[in-house]
């Protein structure tokens, strides 16, 4: 059972369902910000952009289409895409001070990504088709760096929202943020599929918060 949900044919389907979920919503928080001009679907867009992006390289990934740049671009992509969704929860605040504090906080850490990727060598570590290899020790730790924080500004700031206005959609992007931030930690040995499922999960839940 397990070599069905790992196959090929599996993956490439997942892949291509999830990136088709996030499309629509990231077009639905680009609309958004054009609409209301505000900071917070701003950031919130560029985030599930770059969701998007990470999953149309995951596309790419599953018909084993893959060199150095494409695998960087993925790691550049899934970093930063935690920190651009916690910058725009931090707008919700309406707290200058800790929105500056944050950003001058996920320029520096971007910057550490940037240089990480720049001067290591990655080689191809796709398992089954998905990434699921061993990364050099310098990215691991500027990308944790950049996403542990970012994954818990996120989850501090919905709560907070979510006292305020008791509003139910919060729960739902608490937990939505929570599974896509933590998604590529969900590999398990000989069942990496696991990934999509957290990523379908997520997106559903982003979903739900965001309309």
């Known amino acids: 059972m397990s070599s069905i949900f790992s196959s090929e044919l599996f993956i490439e389907f997942s892949t291509i369902l999830i990136f088709l979920l996030t ?4 077009s639905l928080m680009t609309y958004k910000f054009i609409k209301k001009k505000g900071k917070s679907q701003l950031y919130w867009s ?5 969701f998007g992006l990470g999953v149309l390289l995951e596309v790419l990934f599953s018909f084993n289409i893959y060199n150095a740049f494409l ?4 790691l550049v992509a899934v970093a930063f895409l935690v920190s651009f969704l916690a ?3 931090t707008a919700l605040l309406k707290n200058k001070k800790i929105f500056n504090y944050y950003a001058i906080f996920f320029i520096l850490s971007a910057i550490f990504v940037v240089y990480s990727l720049i001067v290591s060598s990655i080689s191809n570590i796709l398992t089954n088709y998905v990434v699921f290899g061993i ?11 950049m996403t542990f924080p970012a994954a818990a500004t996120l989850i501090a700031v919905a709560l907070i929202s979510y006292r305020k206005t008791s509003n139910k959609k919060m729960l739902s992007i608490i937990a939505g943020v929570v599974i896509v931030s933590i998604a590529g930690s969900l590999y398990i040995a000989h069942f990496p599929a696991f990934l999509y499922y957290s990523e379908f999960i997520g997106i559903l839940l982003l ?3 965001f309309i």
């Open 87 to 89: 910058l725009g929860s």
């Open 135 to 145: 990364l050099p020790l310098l990215v691991v730790i500027s990308s944790s760096i």
């Open 207 to 209: 979903w739900l918060g």
């Open 71 to 74: 695998i960087k671009t993925y």
């Open 23 to 26: 499309v629509p919503l990231a």
């Open 46 to 50: 560029i985030g599930l952009w770059l």
